[in-house]
């Protein structure tokens, strides 16, 4: 019992502090004022690539670490030191893309070895248009900084964690949302979940298959509008709101659909036929390896922006299967640990940008800030699962105590 006091307390003490330390230190790292680019000179990837003098600020998506001249790393980085940034996030032709250096002040925000998950996003950065490697780049940033998710938008949430964490992430998130209606969802879907490799088809979520996107519907072989938070969880419909939040709508083949109905989240089962890598049993669903995390983000995306008060239910994690309509999906013990295991991929930045700017004007803090999600459901759950549980052996302890009190004088 002490010991859980203390290391909340503790939690508690130096989350702030950090974050309040890195909210001074940051504005540090985007150098002086007056070097500031301005948006309008701003350039592609394959325009600094092609005008290789003078400084210039350029915006790309971060795609890797390069080692040499035509060598870029995709995974397991081996240091802070330089990104290839390109046009479009899934590049992987060396020739497309820009090398930037990173000096020393921007490594620990921005270099890959510290910062995989910086994979796929967005970065703007502004330097001198010079050689890197022996190939066209960028060096000596006096600016660089992430997708507007980064900044301004979770001001709000700076030095916070736990509960007020959650609180200033449902205010940012929930405020100039645009709500789509049910039908509006389909078209939505087509450019939210399209095939990077075919631009005629979307992904389906869980089994992962690529299908025309003129295939929507409800016949055997369509694919149809999966709720990731099985809408049944809270009766939410399909009137504009959670029923119709794209983050967590995902396209799904009718009958995959219906096989995961309402079923909570949890690992085990038994192989699902259709949906490669995917397991369920009576009263869960493991979707497959690759969604794993985009699943877990789902859902907390969910619990912080539903919170009642607005017509809508407060959704909320839970740790366990089977809760049927309440407003709770679980478990979060397991969703916590597939976000840990399946980072942010290039996909699901790309979907949280596209809703953010075209659609719903509102992000999805989890896939910008994965750990956040520890701040917020972990130690807060398990705390909260620990006090009820010790309220429970005290009620136990104090119903004892009253009836043997009770029976004493009898005696
Ligand atoms: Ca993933
Ligand atoms: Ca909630």
Known sequence: MTGVASHRRAAALTMPALLGLLALVLPLFRGPAGMQPTAATTMTVAQAISSQSGTGTVRGYIVGQPTASSTVLFGDFTADTALAIADSAGERSTSR??????????????????NPGRIGALLTVTGSLTAYFSHP?????????????????YAAAAGKSGASLKSALHGIISSGVTTLSYDAVWNALKVTDQDPANPSNVILVYSGTSRSKSLNGGDPGDWNREHVWAKSHGDFGTGNGPGTDLHHLRPEDVHVNSERDNKDFDAGGTAVQDAPGNRTDADSWEPRAAVKGDVARMIFYMAVRY??????????VDDATGGGTAPRLGRVSVLLQWNAQDPPDAFEKKRNETIYSTYQHNRNPFIDHPEWAASVFGQDTFARTFSSALATVADSAAVMREVKWRRMPSR
Do not use: C, N, W
Not at 102 to 109: D, E, H, K, Q
Not at 137 to 153: I, R, V
């Open 97 to 114: 893309m820009l090398y930037v250096q990173i000096t020393s002040g921007y490594r620990a925000t921005f270099g890959l070895q510290s």
């Open 307 to 316: 919170e009642g008060g607005d017509g809508h239910p407060d959704l909320e």
């Open 137 to 153: 780049g960028l060096k000596s940033p006096t600016a660089m900084t992430g997708p507007a998710g980064d900044d301004a938008y």
